[in-house]
């Protein structure tokens, strides 16, 4: 009987800390970076370009734009994706452009609000790429599991950075 309750004991400790863990942490963020060896304009225009994004975004099955905005800013778009044989729609919105500078994109999709912040800096001939990332739910257990996903989360957003530097730099030089 003691085994019982100190295993009970231990299980309710578990769940405790799980549903704590949603009322103390309401943001998970993470950073990325990768440099590409080519020409901020053509990494910017490139990474802009929707496209490219089947290359680099395995997942992705489709990008449907729902607005453009002329200077992108407010640009609206659904992204269907697919997650182990689920699609999950998602909406897509730009929050911030500034030409071989900055993007930010902010991903409505079930219970997950992402916002990935890219920053564009040239130096040498070689552009870094760093994406901040933070995202949050709607639902209090799904924010209960989003921290120990955050490594999860983050090595994607770090494959998708490493497909799209792959794919600007095995591109056939200019003549």
């Not at 699609?87 to 993007?103: F, G, Q, S």
């Amino acid at each position: 009987m003691k085994i019982i309750k100190i295993i009970l004991g231990i299980i309710s400790a578990l769940v405790f800390v799980f549903f704590l863990t949603g009322l103390l942490i309401k943001e998970t963020n993470y950073s990325s970076q990768v440099f590409v060896n080519e020409s901020i304009d053509e990494v910017f225009y490139s990474f802009n370009n929707l496209e490219n994004r089947k290359y680099w975004i395995p997942e992705l099955n489709s990008i449907e734009v729902v607005k453009e905005n002329p200077g992108k800013i407010g640009s609206i778009y659904k992204v269907i994706v697919d997650n182990h044989g689920q699609e999950i729609t998602m909406t897509e919105k730009i929050l911030a452009y500034v030409k071989n500078e900055k993007v930010t994109l902010f991903f409505d999709a079930e219970n997950m609000l992402k916002r990935n912040d890219y920053l564009f800096k040239e130096q040498k001939g070689v552009t870094m790429i760093t994406l901040n990332t933070s995202f949050q739910s709607e639902s209090y257990i799904m924010a209960c599991l989003y921290p120990y996903f955050k490594g999860t989360l983050q090595e994607q957003d770090q494959a998708y950075l490493n497909n799209f530097k792959e794919l600007i730099e095995k591109k056939e030089p200019k003549s």
